[in-house]
């Protein structure tokens, strides 16, 4: 493949959606590219501002925070899946999603949820609601006050 059509393709693919470099680094080798042209284009995108991992990263901490509501393990897993230093990734999540903004985010989830558990009563409840949060990633700290606070108790009659 020659390198205008591997540039064509990526130019193509960051149309799209925002990628991390490893992202498109392997997608233009499944597309044919070598993997010498991959990971020049990449630098050079990278070079030109085409591939900025910290708006990534930076959208994707917004994204988990304000709309799918999840917590700061399920971000970390997130961006480190997609090939993102962890290094980057800790420092975004210190200064823009801090730990003490966890119970909050947990809070309005389970609150949103509850209709969903309103049938169920006591300790299978407690169980739903905390492994649904437990998924998002929340810890087990900020889950525990969630429930507390929303008085969805482990041993309820």
Do not use: C, H, W
């Amino acid at each position: 493949m020659k390198d205008e059509e591997v540039r064509s393709k990526a130019i193509g693919m960051l149309a799209r959606r925002a990628l991390t470099k490893k992202e498109l680094k392997e997608r233009l080798i499944k597309k044919g590219a070598t993997p010498v042209q991959a990971i020049e284009i990449v630098d050079e995108f990278t070079r030109k501002g085409y591939v900025d991992e910290n708006s990534i990263i930076d959208d994707a901490i917004r994204l988990g925070r304000e709309s799918r509501l999840i917590g700061r393990f399920m971000l970390q897993f997130e961006l480190k899946k997609r090939g993102l230093a962890q290094e980057k990734i800790d420092s975004r999540l210190a200064d823009l999603y801090p730990t003490s903004d966890e119970y909050p985010i947990a809070l309005n989830f389970a609150e949103r949820k509850m209709s969903t558990y309103a049938d169920i009563s006591g300790e299978k409840r407690y169980q739903r609601l905390s492994a649904t949060l437990n998924r998002r990633g929340f810890n087990a700290d900020v889950i525990r006050k969630t429930l507390s606070d929303l008085n969805i108790e482990p041993f309820d009659e």
